[in-house]
T-cell receptor, first 111, second 112 residues
């Protein structure tokens, strides 16, 4: 079945460092891909999405490109802030438009 | 006001008790979902409903039941709670024509 694998955390960075969180997927069709973010004590919020190959999703300085050839959707940010500390989830939508999530990656950014 | 609300936000109960978690939404979405979140496992789908008369099991439905009382309300029940149902539970909604989901704030459930 469809699945999402993302790098284990925690990822610990200093403020202004470059961030990459890897995400790969397995899917039989052509899913949409998502990154959701969960701040402490809150529910998940959509961070960005891409609906087809080579699309780039972007929001709040974060970017991810839908790479069909490598079945990847890695999340990047050029300069992280303390306020970016959260858990990040990669997800895909299957044929019935249900979301399948990765395990989540915790990011901690220190001043 | 929040678009997706969950009650209660926290609940501690004992093994064998019946528990109901409630979800309400004001987004006008047809589709609603219940997930549980466990450390290191991400979110796993328990049940989902594409409209009031359409309810489907997710990947981990055993030990749970749901009721879609109206378009805006979707309740999750644990008929006889057990300790391994201790988790964070999330409700979500989506528009039938789009795949983005909107999440509630979560209910932290502890079963002793």
């Amino acid at each position: 079945g469809d699945s999402v694998t993302q790098m284990e955390g925690p990822v610990t960075l200093s403020e202004e460092a470059f961030l990459t969180i890897n995400c790969t997927y397995t899917a039989t069709g052509y899913p949409s891909l998502f990154w959701y973010v969960q701040y402490p004590g809150e529910g998940l919020q959509l961070l960005l999405k891409a609906t087809k190959a080579d699309d780039k999703g972007s929001n709040k300085g974060f970017e991810a490109t839908y790479r069909k050839e490598t079945t990847s959707f890695h999340l990047e940010k050029g300069s992280v802030q303390v306020s970016d500390s959260a858990v990040y989830f990669c997800a895909l939508s299957d044929v019935r438009i249900k979301l399948i999530f990765g395990a989540g990656t915790r990011l901690a950014v220190h001043p | 006001d929040a678009d997706v609300t969950q009650t209660p936000r926290n609940r501690i109960t004992k093994t064998g008790k019946r528990i109901m978690l409630e979800c309400s939404q004001t987004k006008g979405h047809d589709r609603m979902y219940w997930y549980r979140q466990d450390p290191g496992l991400g979110l796993r789908l328990i049940y989902y409903s594409f409209d009031v008369k359409d309810i489907n099991k997710g990947e981990i439905s055993d030990g749970y039941s749901v009721s879609r009382q109206a378009q805006a309300k979707f309740s999750l029940s644990l008929e006889s709670a057990i300790p391994n149902q201790t988790a964070l539970y999330f409700c979500a909604t989506s528009d039938g024509d789009r795949d983005e989901q909107f999440f509630g704030p979560g209910t932290r459930l502890t079963v002793l």
